[in-house]
């Protein structure tokens, strides 16, 4: 009852202001886009590397990737990716690693560092291990490809204990059906 009250009592005081309520009219969805696409490009800074947390896994209900971006500024952005064809946590690795480049040069990025836990894939990459299997090779010329869209990018092994949060998303990714 006493809400009520100081309700009627700041209708009677507002009432001689003729305040009007009016909806607010609804946002379309190209403008809301435009102004996303706008924030996000403000963060990219020549200077300022990205971090791209990646991660694979391969079940036997199926291979998923974990992607976490975390902007210079700190927004971290997340996807958790199913693959319904891969077989081998390695092909999952690779397919995370270059999951991981599309959404960073998607956002803005034009220098990334791709931290995983995969020592076989890392390893590759920065020419320590050599891909003899003809599916690796394939993948790390594809990785090359698309690094060629940054200004630079750097892989970076790191323990799986620092990598829970992308191993979570390839863990989603793989448990359900999306």
């Keep these: 009852m006493e809400v009520s009250g100081r309700m009627v009592k700041w209708a009677v005081e507002l009432s001689e202001y003729d305040i009007q309520y009016a909806s607010r009219p609804a946002i379309k969805a190209q403008i809301l886009a435009d102004f996303i696409a706008k924030g996000v490009t403000l963060e990219t800074t020549p200077e300022r ?4 947390y990646v991660d694979g896994a391969a079940s036997k ?14 927004v971290t952005h997340e996807i958790a990716i199913r693959f319904r064809t891969l077989k081998t946590n390695n092909a999952a690795e690779y397919e995370a690693i ?10 803005g990025a034009r220098m990334i560092r791709v931290l995983s836990d995969s020592s076989l894939a890392v390893n590759q990459l920065n020419g320590t291990f050599d891909a003899k299997e003809d599916t690796l090779a394939h993948y790390m010329e594809r990785v090359k490809q698309r690094a060629n869209t940054f200004k630079e990018v750097t892989y970076v092994q790191i323990p799986r204990e620092e990598n ?11 448990a359900t059906d999306f």
């Design 49 to 52: 590397v990205w971090e791209v």
């Design 61 to 74: 209900h199926g291979a998923g990737a974990g992607v976490v971006v975390r902007t210079p500024t700190g």
């Design 98 to 107: 270059l999951a991981g480049m599309t959404a960073g040069n998607d956002l």
């Design 164 to 174: 829970i949060h992308a191993d979570a998303l390839s863990k989603l990714a793989t």
